[in-house]
């Protein structure tokens, strides 16, 4: 047995997961995915089973008992490309010796909502379950099968709830179906391998569209009276004829069709909601119709005002409240936002300080898209892939050395440190501060292909999957998110790999997602073909459209145009060919109104560019396809970006004696005194190397606190800033201010209309000589003490020669 079929007992044990018994849920598909929910999605079971289905062109997700539901109502029609992919369903398959029903493609792929172990020539990324192998197979045990109803029309043949089958679809009828009867007085239930074709009457106001009521249905299956009962809004209704229910054939190419059949005809004529199997006989008297199944999935923590920060005050577009409320923040010098005037100033970025490897001669699988977090007590951990795309993690208290917590005693080798035992390791552990004591560890990341999912602990031990999608969409990159406490949102940055550069190659974009609420799913607004045809006017992008069509009907494409672009490469900016991969965006923890990234820019060699870039990347070199380094950007609103191509921040080149030709910056930050320690992964080799088996190591990097830009002054004449009428709180003036030896600093402090304030003059200013993170600010008459100027509109004068200036605040005492 292979080792991590050894240990899936344990780790399941570990995270509460039991196996199923009897009384407990098979599946629960809820139908809680956004309306507008494009074809090839998936459609979460939220059962500890994990038996997802995706939808299809027959579908829609519309409004529900409980949220949201499914209705059998086609999609908006689309014109497909004329040629394409099998893999991807852009082209029929060829049709196997002996069969009648053609294999799927987009153009016949019109169910409602599907899971498979058929259609084995498409992509199938989801995780589907062999539905004829699993307790979804009804048979001659305890079971119930139940769901909400809203009847929406009549049709004169039956409307199908679900449909299993062994397989090959329309191929043979082994199958258990549940349908809606033509008659509007009864449901239809057949199951090929125990011989049943049962009439079960029911309420006729269950199937009544013009009440326009939603009505629960349960079916409850007993296997030593050899009878269905059926409840509608908790009464049982006529009982069924006996009925000896068989589990079909077991069948490779079973499936579990809901709101249509195998060869998608007989459409439910209306909407289903909170689709439950379970095992056991759930009722078996009258009951008061249960409330929403889905619910306890989300939490019951209440819901709490979220944390408030203090106003933003430079936002792109808002109009600049003057004076400035600048009070006691603290103030970053990466662009004039806050100058009236800049005389010889220029804005410079400054790379970090290299400091040691940390984490040496990795071998084996180690995801390179890190994610260091400082937890309350002073432990730094660091979170990142190993086998199998489970999450794991590491834990410093110096930082430099990192060991494995033990947390999964008598596991496999590699995994005693797993936090999370599914694949899922393309995303960002972070703290959420309006997370309840239960919940205030987040991680958000692509699982199994799937879409962008939520976790949540109460230790960043052991996560729990919020079993509906956060988001449909894959991403092929790690997802970054934070809290933005000045704008009262949640801000996330996903991969979209449907732009397309100059030479019409795949362009690696990052999109942004804003949300109030972290509680899946997030909303979006789907566009049509015609309406992203428009935007492609404007924007390269890939000729298949719409973008969901990319990956085939049964596995989700990745993030299209639903979302504003937030980083991508810059064709007045960048060489041609060079794509960005990860942002690491984040909110700067020490200071507002400061926002930080540190894009990785990838150089490609493969592709374009001239013949003499290109010849880098051939197989005689030993490279591969090109290199990887990280630049800096940065923001005042976390929605404008203004990035710093040079110097890289953290580039190629030798770190502690390793060559390094990949740097993957490592999401986060941690703050010891006056120092920011920041971490990357470096890999010896090139992206997609020709060479195996080269130096792979985490290393740490030193930036001084508030150092990552400078407004700087040249060292042969003084330079000059003046801020914007402004309001500061306290009784001191700080400044971040390296001016070397020979350089200089002086300030002076003026009035609202910019008249020299008696006492605060420059000349009158202490010089400001040396490297200081906290000078204070000294006149020669006044000393340090302004608290007779606060609350009064003023302007800052700062006077630069040979200086490099990081910040300033105001402060008391």
């Not at 058929?118 to 192998?133: D, Y």
């Not at 942004?512 to 799913?521: C, F, G, I, K, N």
């Amino acid at each position: 047995m292979k080792p991590v079929f050894r240990l899936l007992p344990v780790l399941l044990a570990l995270f509460g997961i039991a196996p199923c018994a009897a009384g407990q849920t098979i599946a629960l598909w809820p139908f809680d995915e956004p309306r507008g929910l494009y074809p090839s999605c998936v459609l979460d079971d939220v059962s500890d089973n994990n038996c997802p289905m995706v939808l299809g062109p027959g579908g829609q997700i519309v409004a529900g008992k409980f949220g949201n539901a499914l209705e059998p109502l086609p999609q908006p029609p689309i014109t497909y490309p004329a040629s394409g992919s099998v893999l991807f369903g852009l082209a029929p398959a060829p049709k196997p010796a002996g069969r009648t029903v053609e294999p799927m493609n987009w153009k016949n792929a019109l169910f409602c909502a599907l899971m498979t172990s058929g259609e084995t020539h498409l992509r199938k990324e989801v995780g589907f379950v062999n539905p004829s192998r699993s307790r979804l197979n009804l048979g001659n045990f305890d079971w119930t099968v139940e769901f909400w109803y809203l009847p929406a029309r009549r049709q004169v043949e039956p409307g199908v709830v679900f449909e299993l089958g062994s397989g090959p679809r329309g191929e043979n009828d082994e199958i258990t179906r549940l349908a809606v009867a033509p008659d509007g007085r009864s449901f239809l239930f057949v199951n090929k391998a125990g011989g049943l074709h049962l009439r079960i009457p029911t309420s006729p106001s269950a199937l009544d569209p013009s009440r326009a009521q939603w009505c629960h249905c349960a079916f409850v299956y007993s296997a030593t009276e050899s009878r269905i009962r059926h409840y509608v809004d908790g009464k049982e209704q006529a009982p069924s004829a006996a009925a000896v229910v068989q589990s079909l054939p077991q069948g490779e190419e079973a499936y579990l069709s809901v709101g249509r059949d195998g060869v998608w005809g007989q459409p439910l004529p209306g909407r289903i909601d909170e689709l439950r199997f379970s095992e056991g006989r759930l009722y078996t008297a009258d009951f008061v119709p249960p409330a929403s199944f889905a619910a306890p999935m989300h939490s019951a923590a209440p819901k709490t005002a979220p944390k408030k920060g203090p106003l933003l005050l430079f936002a792109r577009g808002a109009e600049l409240e003057i004076p400035i409320q600048l009070l006691d923040g603290k103030h970053l010098f990466f662009d004039g936002a806050i100058a009236e005037r800049l005389d010889g100033i220029t804005f410079n970025a400054n790379p970090p300080r290299p400091a040691e490897r940390v984490v040496d001669n990795i071998q084996g699988p180690f995801r390179k898209h890190l994610n260091v977090v400082e937890d309350e007590t002073g432990l730094i951990r660091m979170y990142f892939g190993v086998q199998n795309d489970y999450l794991a993690v590491l834990t410093s208290r110096d930082g430099i050395r990192w060991e494995k917590p033990l947390l999964n005693p008598g596991s496999d080798p590699g995994m005693e440190n797993v936090v999370i035992p599914e694949p899922t390791a393309m995303g960002q552990v972070f703290l959420d501060p309006n997370g309840p004591p239960g919940e205030r560890w987040k991680y958000i990341s692509g699982y199994e292909g799937r879409g962008i999912y939520l976790y949540s602990s109460p230790d960043g031990w052991r996560f729990k999957r919020c079993r509906t999608a956060a988001l449909p969409f894959r991403s092929g990159s790690q997802s970054n998110i934070f809290y933005d406490d000045q704008r009262q949102l949640y801000v996330s940055y996903h991969r979209s790999d449907f732009p397309r550069t100059l030479g019409g190659k795949t362009q690696r974009e990052f999109v942004r997602v804003e949300s109030a609420d972290l509680t899946p799913p997030w909303s979006f607004t789907s566009q049509t073909q015609a309406e992203v045809i428009k935007i492609a006017e404007t924007k390269r992008l890939h000729p298949l459209i719409p973008w969901y069509l990319d990956n085939g009907p049964l596995t989700p494409g990745g993030f299209g145009v639903e979302f504003p672009t937030a980083f991508g490469p810059d064709d007045a900016l960048d060489p041609e060919g060079t794509d960005l991969y990860v942002p690491k965006a984040m909110k700067y923890p020490w200071a507002p109104d400061a926002y930080l990234a540190f894009p990785l820019i990838y150089f490609h060699y493969e592709e374009e560019g001239p013949p003499a870039r290109r010849v880098l990347g051939v197989q005689s070199r030993q490279r591969g396809s090109g290199p990887i380094e990280a630049q800096l950007s940065v923001s005042r609103d976390g929605i404008h970006w203004k990035r710093f191509p040079r110097p890289a921040y953290v580039g190629t080149g030798t770190h502690a004696g390793d060559r390094i030709h990949q740097v993957y910056m490592a999401h986060g930050m941690v703050r010891r005194g006056d120092e920011i320690w920041q971490y990357y992964f470096g890999e010896e080799a090139y992206h997609s190397s020709w060479k195996k088996g080269t130096k792979r190591a985490v290393y740490r990097v030193v930036q001084r606190l508030d150092g990552f830009v400078s407004a700087d002054a040249p060292y042969d004449r003084e330079a000059v800033v003046v801020t914007k009428p402004l309001v500061f709180r306290g009784d001191r003036l700080l400044l971040n201010i390296d001016t070397d030896a020979a350089g200089y600093a002086q300030v002076g402090i003026l009035d609202g209309r910019g008249h020299t304030i008696e006492g605060f003059s420059a000349d009158e200013c202490v010089y400001i000589n040396g490297d200081f993170t906290a000078a204070e600010v000294e006149w020669l008459g006044k000393g340090k003490d302004l608290s007779s100027l606060q609350g009064k509109p003023v302007k800052v004068l700062l006077r630069l020669r040979g200086a490099r200036l990081y910040s300033m605040q105001f402060s008391h005492r």
